[in-house]
């Protein structure tokens, strides 16, 4: 990606701020302030990648900036939890 000058289309979120696996007592508004500081400092990303642990399994956002469309990503196809529609939707 770097030699094709693709790399500064993606940017990627810490998974380990925002999701609710292993975050002990971390607040949604300071998981959802992770991806409003990440949006804010993407450059001209066309895609933020969000991994997200629920507590079982991991899942992945794609948030089309440029739109503001989150597309859910899951191999087990199950709905996206409620914890994880909160934070992406602050």
């Known amino acids: 990606m770097v030699d094709a000058k693709m790399a500064g289309r993606f940017a990627f979120v810490n998974p380990a701020l925002v999701s609710k696996a292993g ?10 302030r ?17 991994p997200y642990n629920p507590g079982y399994h991991w899942v992945l ?16 196809e199950d709905q996206p939890s409620d914890d994880l529609k909160e934070i992406v939707n602050m």
Do not use: C, Q
Request: charged share 20%; no cysteine; aromatic share 10%.
């Open 34 to 50: 992770v991806i409003a500081n990440r949006l804010m400092n993407a450059n001209h990303a066309d895609f933020i990648f969000i």
């Open 61 to 76: 956002v794609a948030l089309e900036t440029r739109t503001m469309i989150a597309y859910y990503l899951d191999s087990l």
């Open 23 to 32: 975050m002990g007592e971390a607040s949604k508004e300071s998981r959802s």
